[in-house]
T-cell receptor, first 114, second 111 residues
Framework: AQSVTQLGSHVSVSEGALVLLRCNYSSSVPPYLFWYVQYPNQGLQLLLKYTSAATLVKGINGFEAEFKKSETSFHLTKPSAHMSDAAEYFCAVSEKINFNKFYFGSGTKLNVKP | DGGITQSPKYLFRKEGQNVTLSCEQNLNHDAMYWYRQDPGQGLRLIYYSQIVNDFQKGDIAEGYSVSREKKESFPLTVTSAQKNPTAFYLC??????????FGQGTRLTVV
């Protein structure tokens, strides 16, 4: 089974600073990769996804992520944090063999300081 | 608008009761999922279904049951056998090679 590791359960940045949220996965076969955002008491919303096209993926709200096969990583970045980015972020993978099964990381709560 | 509807948003259960959480989707997705979310533990898969009348256990299926009689509906029953049911429950759906789409969740509390 896949496993997804998100380093840092809490990350705090100042408004306008770089956001970097880390995600590593366990598969030796490149899976499909996703980043989701969750606001309190709401469902998850897709930020971006990697499905074996370009390794640098751009998403909504200025976020992007880079797939690095050699590092089995899919880190999420945003050049300049905004107060509205404060939320919890989840990295997820799905296997290309069993594509309909998703595995989620434990989440990273992003705090944005004024 | 297409989407996934979970109801109710808040649910209270007494000890020993069974309760059923509703999940309906009008996205025409084949696959549907139930996840449980606890603080600091991310999302854990309870059950999933890839086609009508078929479903599989996820990682934490004990104390839960599901049915998939219609493509658009995937209700989850939390039985009295689930000893710690207080959590946030998320329903999702997907098609082949796409991401999962999520409902807004149901917060279940044991009183």
């Amino acid at each position: 089974a896949q496993s997804v590791t998100q380093l840092g359960s809490h990350v705090s940045v100042s408004e306008g600073a770089l956001v970097l949220l880390r995600c590593n996965y366990s598969s030796s076969v490149p899976p499909y990769l996703f980043w989701y955002v969750q606001y309190p008491n709401q469902g998850l919303q897709l930020l971006l996804k990697y499905t074996s096209a370009a390794t640098l993926v751009k998403g909504i709200n200025g976020f992007e992520a880079e797939f690095k096969k050699s590092e089995t990583s899919f880190h999420l970045t945003k050049p300049s944090a905004h107060m509205s980015d404060a939320a919890e972020y989840f990295c997820a993978v799905s296997e290309k063999i069993n594509f309909n099964k998703f595995y989620f990381g434990s989440g990273t709560k992003l705090n944005v300081k004024p | 608008d297409g989407g996934i509807t979970q109801s109710p948003k808040y649910l209270f259960r007494k000890e020993g009761q069974n309760v059923t959480l509703s999940c309906e989707q009008n996205l025409n997705h084949d696959a549907m999922y139930w996840y449980r979310q606890d603080p600091g533990q991310g999302l854990r898969l309870i059950y999933y279904s890839q086609i009508v009348n078929d479903f599989q256990k996820g990682d934490i299926a004990e104390g839960y049951s599901v049915s998939r009689e219609k493509k658009e509906s995937f209700p989850l029953t939390v039985t009295s056998a689930q000893k710690n049911p207080t959590a946030f429950y998320l329903c999702a759906s997907s098609m082949l090679n796409t991401e999962a789409f999520f409902g807004q969740g149901t917060r279940l509390t044991v009183v």
